[in-house]
């Protein structure tokens, strides 16, 4: 069997439910989407193990096997079987295995529920508020698919989607146009669609790609800005109020724990994350607490470990929510201490001149 080459669209619209898809959508898929191998006894996944990837079987024929179906079923390629992915379930429900040789398409289950969502919800793409750029389905297409990859946007509830296209209001800007100013009150949300920007305080800290998205901090905190944000080149964004951010973002892509459930996942190996400055943090923190202030968190999260859980504090919970909300973004396991120091039980804060448990 020839090694195979990357998918097409033809390839893909041979598979339920890609079919459903416009060709524009395909296309931006076929680059997300991989073809691999197998040779005869191979493994293609296991029974338990979370990929989240849909499988599809183009060539070949695979068994499917499980502890309480051990004799299992097979599958052969080009039958109507075949045409749904191979198990759709995470973690798995079956291990599968190659019993002649196998060609396998996968597809990032994440990015093709939104492309099915956005599509079903098509009358209202592209439809923003005050749209004055032209978009084709082309554009479209590539939209949905920055906006699914975005660590942000595709953690929201599917239900906000079509609110959220309503809300978002589409901008043409051009280079040197400042999008954010450093010391002013946020109001607005942004999600770089087109172009590049650059990030800066006293020196450029960062140059955001398409597909970035900004603006957060300040509106979670109800700080000021803390950086400018300028457009290095000719492109467009999208921008959600401070109102709709914190309906459709914000309180969806929050984890709130109180006092009793915080400090129960502490026990079981969770870990504190002061948020408040450096010197809040040595005048007194929580026992245990690890310490990354706010305006370090973009900088400073590289040294957690994303295989812990962390839960967020600080004295009433807004910085930490803030920080909690871009953890998140960033992929960690994150929580937020609801109402922050000042619920702790009186018998803790009696003790915050030093550490407390």
């Not at 930490?320 to 871009?326: D, V, Y």
Request: a negative charge; one cysteine or more; proline letters at 4%.
């Amino acid at each position: 069997m020839a090694n195979p080459v990357g998918p097409d669209i033809a390839l893909l619209k041979t598979f339920v439910p890609l079919d459903s898809l416009p060709d524009e959508m395909l296309d931006e898929l076929c680059g997300l989407s991989s073809l691999a191998h197998y040779a005869n006894g191979s493994t293609v996944f296991r029974q338990g193990v979370s990929d989240n990837q849909s499988a599809y079987l183009v060539e070949g024929r695979v068994r499917l096997y499980s502890d309480t179906d051990p004799s299992g079923i097979d599958i052969t390629a080009h039958t109507a079987l075949a045409r749904h992915t191979l198990d759709g379930h995470q973690p798995h429900h079956y291990n599968a295995v190659a019993v002649q040789e196998a060609v396998i398409l996968t597809v990032d289950n994440t990015v093709l529920d939104y492309m099915l969502t956005w599509d079903q919800l098509s009358g209202h793409v592209g439809k923003l508020a005050n749209d004055p750029i032209e978009q084709t389905d082309a554009d479209r297409a590539q939209l949905m698919t920055r906006i699914a990859e975005s660590s942000v946007l595709r953690k929201i509830p599917a239900a906000n989607i079509q609110q959220l296209l309503k809300s978002m209001q589409r901008l043409t800007v051009h280079a040197g146009e400042k999008l954010i100013t450093m010391g002013e009150q946020g109001d607005y949300f942004y999600f770089l669609e087109t172009g590049t920007a650059s990030v800066s305080r006293d020196c450029e800290l960062a140059i955001l790609q398409p597909g970035s998205s900004f603006g957060e901090e300040s509106l979670i905190s109800g700080s000021p800005r803390n950086a400018t944000v300028r457009m290095r080149e000719n492109g467009s964004v999208l921008r959600l109020s401070k109102q709709d951010f914190k309906e459709l973002l914000q309180e969806p892509l929050l984890q709130w724990l109180d006092v009793d459930s915080a400090r129960g996942r502490v026990n079981k190996g969770a870990i504190w994350l002061d948020v408040r400055s450096t010197r809040e943090f040595e005048h007194y923190h929580l026992q245990g607490a690890a310490s990354l202030p706010l305006v370090d968190t973009r900088e400073g999260m590289s040294e957690l470990d994303k295989k812990s859980h962390y839960i967020c504090y600080c004295m009433t919970g807004r910085r930490s929510s803030a920080a909690a909300f871009l953890l998140g973004q960033a992929g960690y396991e994150v929580s937020v201490l609801k109402g922050g120091q000042q619920a702790l039980p009186a018998v803790l804060r009696a003790q915050l001149g030093s550490e407390v448990a």
